[in-house]
């Protein structure tokens, strides 16, 4: 299965033990690829990081069961040590997952020789292709543009793939892709507001929440279609949406409350602790942002 498109960021539907709701999560599954999404992710804002090592393989498997071989799924399994990490990888791969992400350690900081060991023996573990996630913008620094070039020196441009999120984005993309000769596989991960400026860089594709897939599709079809006078329109509307979204909890209030108007999710719970809730106003701004994005993509949904 390919590797392109529009990979969405499931969110987790929580039962009120904090388990897996397996129904509502089939119903979001289902909705996504109706809707025509490329592939599926769990990843950060699927609260992969509130379960435990056990729990995270439970939570793929749930999601290959759903999916049945529909899509590919995209599994993240980013931890705060290489052995754990390598773990999650060779589990993930023996579940039939189809390709992994990681994040580096994010409970300290590893030196650089020590994030490079941590990524080459993840990618060494397994023979599905790793993803390389540089989410420093809410977990410390930034990876260094050098690890990126070590790893495809080693592993080629197919094992190993980036999803590059830390400012400024377009200009470290460039760096990027001219060490690897334009040849880089890379995801946009700022949920679409980086799209319009690193799509001519060379995307494989983006990788944004379960919110809108709508939005982001027709953002996606109209930049690859060269119509850049409705992808600005699409992503203007976009953007307005995602500024309310300024943290990992604020990504995933916004998100399951947008599922829950949406008629997928029947509850907004998340794992605590949280750092952020939406009070009554900002859901009130959010709905007016949400029909004006909608009016805008004028989806058939």
């Known amino acids: 299965m390919k590797l392109e498109g529009v990979f969405t960021v499931l969110q987790m539907p929580l039962n009120p033990e904090d388990g897996i709701d397996e129904i509502i999560l089939a119903k979001e599954i289902d909705w996504l690829i109706q809707l025509g999404v490329d592939g599926l992710v769990l990843a950060m804002v699927s609260e992969v990081m509130r379960f435990s090592a056990q729990e995270r393989r439970d939570q793929w498997r749930k999601t290959t069961k759903a999916i049945n071989g529909r899509l590919p799924l995209v599994a993240s399994v980013g931890a705060d040590s290489t052995a754990i990490a390598v773990w999650l990888a060779k589990c993930a791969e023996e579940d039939g997952v189809n390709a992994l992400m990681a994040t580096p350690p994010s409970s300290f900081p590893a030196t650089p020789n020590e994030t490079l060991s941590y990524y080459t023996a993840i990618i060494d573990s397994v023979a599905i292709p790793v993803i390389v996630q540089d989410a420093s913008n809410y977990m410390g620094h930034p990876l260094e543009i050098g690890l990126y070039g070590a790893l495809l020196s080693k592993f080629g441009h197919d094992r190993v793939q980036f999803k590059p999120e830390a400012t400024p984005v377009k200009e470290r993309m460039q760096a990027l892709q001219e060490i690897a000769g334009g040849k880089a596989k890379v995801f946009e991960g700022q949920s679409g507001m980086g799209l319009m400026e690193t799509f001519p860089l060379g995307l494989s594709g983006t990788m944004p929440g379960s919110e809108i897939p709508w939005a982001i599709i027709a953002l996606w079809k109209a930049l690859k279609e060269n119509d850049l006078i409705r992808a600005q329109k699409i992503h203007t509307c976009v953007a307005q949406l995602v ?59």
């Open 243 to 301: 500024a309310f979204q300024t943290s990992i909890d604020a990504y995933v209030a916004v998100e399951k409350y947008l599922l829950v108007k949406q008629g997928i999710f029947n509850s907004t719970r998340q794992r605590g602790p949280i750092g952020f809730t939406l009070d009554e106003v900002t859901k009130s701004q959010i709905d007016s942002v949400f029909e004006q994005l909608r009016q805008c993509v004028s989806p058939s949904i």
